[in-house]
């Protein structure tokens, strides 16, 4: 089946209450759910100009803990991910967590990018 005939069948199963889905679609389409809720989540928290610096360095993923935006930032690999009520940031080079970011923590943008700057600056280059 032609990829473009197998997204509309999906489309319409999703309309009709994701009836007759296998488990791996159903998954498939959980996980893809999730990652556009995401997006949106951070649409709301951070301006177009973040947005798309962030998004020129990095994808939006699927994490064994859910939806994610990976960063790819000079020689750093970032995890920004959901959790419970907020935001971790994980440096994937180090496994570090550097930082939590709250739902309603007003300055949520200029945290994050602070700690990106803080981590990405220390790292000594060649």
């Not at 930032?73 to 935001?87: N, P, T």
């Amino acid at each position: 089946m032609q990829d473009g005939l197998r997204e509309l069948i999906n489309e319409a199963r999703q309309r009709l209450g994701l009836r007759g889905l296998s488990n791996e679609e159903r998954l498939e389409h959980d996980r893809t759910r999730a990652i556009e809720d995401f997006k949106l989540y951070l649409q709301r928290r951070l301006t177009m100009a973040t947005r798309a610096e962030l998004l020129r360095a990095g994808e939006f993923v699927w994490q064994p803990s859910g939806a994610a935006l990976r960063l790819r930032i000079e020689d750093h690999e970032f995890l920004l991910a959901r959790s419970g009520d907020g935001c971790r940031l994980i440096d994937k080079n180090q496994g570090t967590e550097w930082g939590y970011l709250a739902d309603g923590d007003e300055d949520f943008e200029d945290r994050l990018l602070a700690v990106i700057g803080d981590v990405v600056e220390a790292v000594p280059r060649d």
